[in-house]
């Protein structure tokens, strides 16, 4: 069975320090891989996705970047965080063509 | 840019009722997906509609997808407690790298 974790759980920042979240897929080779960002109380804000290793395309730009260096692993950074990126922030791999499964999220708090 | 749109954005309602949200949406898409949050969670995708089809169900769910109206709605009969949640319908738009645009969502509370 395929299992997706996120790394940390949580984290509490201050404004201009960097940040790096990650995201691991185990039990499925070659995943598409999405990160999402969703603000308190909103909706979830496609930002990249990655189709194979070392591939990344940006969807939204929010001063972040996104790095793909291993089949199942997707990372999240920036070397200075804003008080606008805090949120909820999500990995999702793709099952099939349509069927996005999503992670369980890092709570993102910026000070 | 191009999103789902929840026509109601709370909802609150006595077990055992049935619930129904609607997503009105602009842009074309062949594919429709429903998705649940549940509070500090990641969202679980419920049910997945296709334009060829115009009804989908799943257990207590039933998903309808009108094309000509731009229109989908997701019931719920029989709600639990459990129910409660956010509900948010996502759009694959035909954009590279399977893009889904999601609406504001429909928070459900389901009183016990």
């Known amino acids: 069975a395929q299992t997706i974790h996120q790394w940390p759980v949580a984290e509490i920042k201050a404004v201009g320090s960097p940040l790096s979240l990650g995201c691991t897929i185990k039990?499925?080779?070659?995943?598409?891989l999405y990160w999402y960002w969703q603000a308190t109380g909103g909706t979830l804000q496609q930002l990249f996705y990655?189709?194979?290793?070392?591939?990344v395309e940006s969807v939204v730009q929010l001063n972040l970047s996104a790095s793909r260096p291993k089949d199942d692993q997707f990372i999240l950074s920036t070397e200075k965080l804003l008080l606008s990126h805090s949120g909820f922030y999500l990995c999702a791999w793709v099952r099939d063509r349509d069927e996005q499964y999503f992670g369980p999220g890092t709570r993102l708090t910026v000070l | 840019s191009q999103w789902g749109e929840e026509n109601l954005q709370a909802l609150s309602i006595q077990e055992g009722e049935d619930v129904t949200m609607n997503c009105s949406y602009k842009t074309y898409t062949t594919v429709v997906q429903w998705y649940r949050q549940k509070s500090g969670k990641g969202p679980a995708q419920l049910i997945l509609?296709?334009?060829?089809?115009r009804e989908k169900r799943s257990g207590r769910l039933r998903a309808t997808l009108d094309t000509s109206s731009q229109s989908s709605s997701l019931s719920i009969t029989g709600t639990l407690a459990t129910d409660t949640a956010v509900y948010f319908c996502?759009?694959?738009?035909?954009?590279?790298?399977?893009?889904?645009?999601f609406g504001i969502g429909t928070r459900v509370l389901v009183r016990p």
């Open positions: 509609i296709r334009s060829n089809e």
């Open positions: 996502a759009l694959r738009t035909n954009s590279a790298g399977n893009k889904l645009t």
């Open positions: 990655s189709i194979t290793v070392g591939q």
């Open positions: 039990g499925k080779s070659s995943p598409n």
